[in-house]
């Protein structure tokens, strides 16, 4: 692509492009208008944090991780406003900018996690009045997006070891290099086992009524040059009873204490039916997406959106005119249906205590 | 509605639509396009077999027991056209029209149930050249309708028996009054609870690729004033697993003998979920649905349909060009996943062989 926006400034997500990315000048959020893929490839230019907080509601951007990583930039943009405040006045402004960004998606942790760093940071800083809080917010979202980056990566490597040559690879919604601040990590999984020189193609679930997979997996894998074809949903059984499926990988939006897991509607459907043929259902996800607050997948808010994400299709009424629809936009997957847990740190296998991963029996916990 | 165009004529699916009917001079079909619905309620005029057969190939009329009727009804225009030839050529003509339907769509088994039914009419009159063998044919097109309306009805008394007071149904598909001559089997089903005073709600799985349950089944329930909720296909287990679903009912394509059930793909998934969760799985379906030449359902050719219709929605491409689709059209449901099955000459719990029901011991089987 020779039309990214960040032309002259490095691109952190490690591709030729990225769900959110900061401009060298720290003034700019550019952001990859999903919605609009695959059709177009078009990146929207938000200078504000209400700006960015509106294109996360709005679904411009997708994926807990990239969220998180477009909450703190969203931070770098109130810090900016806000430089020649006072400190209290600039507390109350970063204070303010978290509140409205939270708000806009109940379910990834990612973005209350990335606004409480940004917090902090703020009020290290606050009595530094002007350029110098500005520029540590963007050192902070550029960090975390590294790390999160760099987390994908490990993520890949581990969950790549379970993954057998030749394997056919299940995966619902898009928990990709578009999910995340790159590389992905459901799809971060297949990229390591392609990486390592394993056969592996992708059964991509279509996931309505967003279409993440037909739409977003199905572009980013196939950019990489790795296989993939697209199912609806419904299909996902009749494959795997027919042998189709080698194991399901999806990411998540909030990894309860227990490891439930929090992810886009339709993933428990899938962990159901992978028990049911005894194909192994994974979980991969950075460890900035468990809430060791939540004991169980109960704990967890389930955001329900409009109605209209499912009555409607391209601007187009598919359901008659006064019939109700219900969105709930995520499902829980109990523990017990989920085979291993990759992160950055580690694979966890349930049912497990996440205060107390197993490696931490092997050193400190982080 | 005041412009359906059989006006004068009955309409003999007993509503004020119909999927298909023949018009009183035995001379045109009416098949409502289901394609359109619910933005629009148009009604196609087909005059040739061809016509008809383009019909149910283009899924302008789909579900099982109505392309059984629209095939009848076929072989009708097929001896019109026919009714002047010699005893051979007639029935040389009668049976290249039912190779055409026949090729059409290869899972639904009443379409090959009907045209052997015409076929053997055909060549009990073939002797008797002239308007004989057309009106002969469209008696019994009539009949095999009447008697499809019937069959519901008997199917709906029966399974509304099994859903207790209050109930909410989750169904998959379209198996109304649309899919069959009218009334529907698994809608008739929730139409029987209704008409005995049962209050009963139902939730319509949207049902991609075709959106039968969001466009139809939505439709035809508003229209009967029976409350309904649309959910993408991947609702249905976060439904289940919050209780809110005390029953699945759904139609069937084709039934083995041994009651492995072939209906619209996504089925089968969903048939796991109810099993997951402790719900019944009911299937609701004519006699003819039964293919007692079927051994299991390993024997039932599944229809591969074309892959665009994953691709495309709303004449859109949504996933991006170049990547691959699977469109299988149907799934089996194994018997020991099925509940019950509910037909016209009674109930059936499986594991069974249709060959020798359970009511046969009570009298001689037809």
């Known amino acids: 692509m020779?039309?990214?926006?960040?032309?002259?400034?490095?691109?952190?997500?490690?591709?030729?492009?990225?769900?959110?990315?900061?401009?060298?000048?720290?003034?700019r959020l550019f952001m990859l208008d999903q919605r609009r893929l695959p059709g177009e490839v078009q990146y929207l230019e938000l200078g504000t944090v209400c700006a960015a907080a509106a294109a996360i509601r709005d679904m411009v951007v997708r994926g807990a991780p990239a969220i998180g990583i477009s909450a703190a930039y969203g931070m770098v943009l109130a810090a900016r406003d806000a430089r020649a405040l006072g400190a209290e006045a600039y507390l109350?402004?970063?204070?303010?900018?978290?509140?409205?960004?939270?708000?806009?998606?109940?379910?990834?942790?990612?973005?209350?996690?990335?606004?409480?760093?940004?917090?902090v940071l703020a009020e290290q800083?606050?009595?530094?009045?002007?350029?110098?809080?500005?520029?540590?917010?963007?050192?902070?979202?550029?960090?975390l997006h590294r790390e999160d980056v760099a987390a994908c990566r490990a993520i890949g490597r581990i969950g790549a070891a379970r993954l057998p040559d030749g394997a056919t690879v299940l995966t619902h919604c898009n928990a990709g290099a578009l999910a995340t601040g790159g590389y992905g990590t459901a799809l971060g999984v297949v990229r390591a086992a392609a990486e390592a020189g394993k056969r592996v193609r992708v059964l991509a679930d279509e996931t309505r009524p967003y279409l993440q997979g037909a739409r977003l997996t199905a572009w980013e894998l196939q950019r990489d040059g790795i296989e993939v074809t697209?199912?609806?949903?419904?299909?996902?059984?009749?494959?795997?009873?027919?042998?189709?499926?080698?194991?399901?990988?999806?990411?998540?939006?909030?990894?309860?204490?227990?490891?439930?897991?929090?992810?886009k509607i339709g993933t428990y459907g899938v962990a159901c039916l992978a028990r049911h043929h005894g194909i192994p259902f994974y979980v991969a996800a950075p460890w900035s997406t468990?809430?060791?607050?939540?004991?169980?997948?109960s704990a967890?808010?389930?955001?329900?959106?409009?109605?209209?994400?499912?009555?409607?299709?391209?601007?187009?009424?598919?359901?008659?005119?006064?019939?109700?629809?219900?969105?709930?936009?995520?499902?829980?997957?109990?523990?017990?249906?989920v085979t291993a847990i990759f992160t950055e740190r580690g694979e966890i296998r349930p049912p497990c205590d996440l205060r107390h991963p197993p490696w931490a029996e092997r050193g400190p916990a982080t």
Chains 1, 2 share one sequence.
């Open 290 to 297: 468990v809430d060791l607050n939540a004991a169980a997948g």
């Open 92 to 119: 109350e402004a970063m204070r303010a900018a978290g509140e409205t960004l939270r708000g806009t998606r109940p379910t990834a942790v990612n973005l209350a996690w990335a606004v409480r760093r940004s917090l």
């Open 2 to 27: 020779s039309d990214v926006p960040w032309k002259g400034s490095a691109a952190l997500s490690g591709a030729g492009y990225s769900a959110v990315e900061l401009d060298a000048a720290n003034e």
């Open 300 to 337: 967890i808010p389930i955001e329900e959106r409009a109605a209209a994400e499912v009555t409607h299709l391209g601007g187009q009424r598919i359901v008659p005119e006064g019939v109700a629809a219900y969105h709930p936009a995520f499902d829980v997957t109990p523990a017990e249906l």
């Open 230 to 263: 697209v199912v609806t949903d419904g299909m996902a059984g009749h494959c795997m009873s027919r042998g189709m499926v080698a194991a399901v990988v999806v990411g998540a939006d909030r990894i309860a204490r227990n490891g439930d897991t929090a992810n």
């Open 125 to 143: 800083h606050a009595p530094e009045r002007g350029e110098a809080r500005w520029r540590e917010q963007a050192e902070l979202g550029r960090r």
